[in-house]
């Protein structure tokens, strides 16, 4: 099995660090625009790439993810959909468990019937709590996985969702508006989950401007992703990224 990733997060949250990943959708990219992005993601000092999407059509995740490899050294994370979405190409692993919803195939179904094929994959399984906020419009997040989201000023719902998911063994929270959300989470919201857990938190969904990526970091966020935003206008890599590692203050 791959290691070393996590720690690598954990250590990173220790020193305060926050880091910025890019979301890639198979489904959206041809082989010229992951070219595009790495190019402007290596000079920008990107994190990690994310992968994944909630349905992903196409078939060429691998491909994708082997031309990031054979590119740079950007580290890949699958963020899957559904359990075909896993390649052992990648790096890691967000083993997702929808916690923020009820319905029993996206907290343990689906694990259950992909585990050995998920285990034989060698990837670092980084067993992830879920949880999808209400981004003010229906995303295809919240409609794939037929589960309501948390409303967005509901942030003891989300506090208490969070430690449930620390105190199961998650090693990861995931706090998601859904991709394209009209708006993204509040810092209210991160701010008391970041607080209750000691997990790294991660925070995407509807984020389209820097300021607001360097708020989520300071309202706690150690990982902001950003795909749709991205998807329209690649050259907000370099901001976006900008903006995460600037709300880093040495002590
Ligand atoms: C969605 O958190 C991600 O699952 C990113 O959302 O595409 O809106 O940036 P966006």
Redesign the pocket.
């Known amino acids: 099995m791959k290691e070393g990733f996590y720690k690598k997060l954990v250590e990173r949250k220790q020193q305060a660090k926050k880091s910025f990943a890019v979301?890639i959708d198979p489904d959206k990219v041809d082989a010229l625009t992951i070219d595009k992005i790495i190019a402007l993601s290596v000079p920008a000092k990107v994190d990690y790439f994310f992968i994944g999407g909630s349905l992903v059509i196409s078939s060429h995740l691998d491909e994708c993810i082997q031309q990031i490899k054979a590119s740079c050294n950007i580290p890949v994370v699958l963020f899957p959909g559904s359990p075909s979405q896993v390649s052992k190409y990648a790096d890691a692993l967000l083993y997702l468990s929808l916690i923020s919803g009820r319905n029993a195939e996206l907290l343990i179904g689906q694990h259950v019937l992909s585990a050995p094929f998920v285990k034989s994959s060698g990837l670092e399984i980084m067993p992830t709590g879920y949880i999808v906020v209400d981004g003010g419009a229906p995303t295809t997040?919240s409609y794939i996985s037929n589960a309501a989201p948390i409303p967005c000023d509901k942030t003891d719902i989300a506090m208490c969702t969070a430690m449930a998911g620390e105190m199961l063994g998650m090693k990861l929270i995931y706090m998601?508006a859904?991709?394209?959300?009209k708006h993204p989470i509040s810092e209210k919201m991160i701010e008391k989950v970041s607080s209750s857990v000691d997990l790294p938190i991660i925070v995407?969904?509807?984020?389209i401007e820097p300021e607001k990526a360097y708020l989520n970091c300071k309202a706690g966020a150690d990982i902001v992703?950003?795909?749709?935003?991205i998807e329209k206008d690649a050259s907000l890599i370099n901001e976006m990224c900008a903006a995460v590692h600037s709300s880093f203050v040495q002590a």
Do not use: C, E, K, T
Request: net charge negative; proline share 0%; no cysteine.
């Open positions: 979301l997040v998601d859904g991709s394209g959300a995407g969904g509807g984020i992703v950003v795909g749709n935003a």
